[in-house]
């Protein structure tokens, strides 16, 4: 029997309920970054947890392999810290923060009305991702700024859910990075201190933009 791919528009009336109703998120995941000039594919595991707060994001991003850091954002600011070297290079992302936030928080909590404001969105059909049934949703941005840096992203829904199983961002140089996640869970009873950054005394701090 044919697989009745489920329409997109089933898809976004979904995902707008579920933005309605979204707190805060924690998945692991599972990073794959490829370099086309080099023809390299790097692999990153780590974990995610979002929280939405008004008006602003908290994201805590942990890599385990193949090296441990943690980035932080936190509204407009982004710190990345590696413990081995306990440095925290701190950033501001206040030129980047709606394409930053929109980049994390894809497909998180975010609303088709949301996703249409920043990106033309097109169907791109049915696929299966190990096994599980899902739709794939092409996104184009709108701004230029943001087209310098991404020119397509993919998502991939599975059915009956409202988060994306992976998520594609490809980039002009052809490279690509795309996320796979799993264990996702919405509005986790988590404490607070989850959604913070705790530096070690004697941190190195760093400021690559000055």
Request: proline share 5%.
């Given at each position: 029997?044919?697989?009745?791919?489920?329409?997109?528009a089933?898809?976004?009336?979904?995902?707008?309920?579920?933005?309605?109703?979204?707190r805060?998120?924690?998945?692991?995941?599972?990073?794959?970054?490829?370099?086309?000039?080099?023809?390299?594919?790097?692999e990153?595991d780590?974990?995610?947890?979002?929280?939405?707060?008004?008006?602003?994001?908290?994201?805590?991003?942990?890599?385990?392999?193949?090296?441990?850091?943690?980035?932080?954002v936190?509204?407009?600011?982004?710190?990345?810290f590696?413990?081995?070297?306990?440095?925290?290079?701190i950033?501001?992302?206040?030129?980047?923060?709606?394409?930053?936030?929109?980049?994390?928080l894809?497909?998180?909590?975010?609303s088709?009305?949301?996703?249409?404001?920043?990106?033309?969105?097109k169907?791109?059909?049915?696929?299966?991702?190990?096994?599980t049934?899902t739709?794939?949703?092409?996104?184009?941005?709108k701004?230029?700024?943001?087209?310098?840096?991404?020119?397509?992203?993919?998502?991939?829904?599975?059915?009956?859910?409202?988060?994306?199983?992976?998520?594609?961002f490809?980039?002009?140089?052809?490279?690509?990075?795309?996320?796979?996640?799993s264990?996702?869970?919405?509005?986790?009873?988590?404490?607070?201190?989850?959604?913070?950054?705790?530096?070690?005394?004697?941190?190195?701090?760093?400021?690559?933009?000055?």
């Open positions: 029997t044919l697989v009745q791919a489920e329409s997109m089933d898809v976004l009336a979904r995902m707008d309920r579920a933005a309605g109703e979204f805060s998120l924690s998945a692991t995941m599972k990073r794959i970054h490829y370099t086309a000039v080099l023809n390299e594919t790097e990153t780590g974990t995610v947890r979002l929280k939405r707060l008004k008006g602003s994001t908290i994201g805590v991003i942990e890599f385990r392999q193949p090296e441990t850091r943690t980035i932080f936190n509204g407009k600011s982004v710190q990345v590696y413990p081995k070297a306990n440095t925290v290079e950033y501001d992302a206040s030129k980047y923060t709606s394409s930053m936030e929109q980049i994390i894809l497909g998180f909590g975010t088709s009305t949301e996703l249409k404001k920043s990106y033309d969105i169907d791109g059909g049915a696929q299966k991702i190990n096994g049934e739709t794939r949703l092409e996104l184009t941005p701004s230029a700024e943001l087209k310098k840096m991404i020119t397509k992203i993919e998502m991939w829904i599975a059915e009956g859910q409202s988060t994306p199983l992976r998520v594609k490809s980039e002009p140089s052809r490279n690509f990075e795309q996320v796979d996640y264990d996702n869970q919405t509005n986790p009873a988590l404490p607070d201190s989850a959604f913070e950054l705790k530096l070690p005394p004697g941190v190195k701090k760093i400021y690559p933009q000055k």
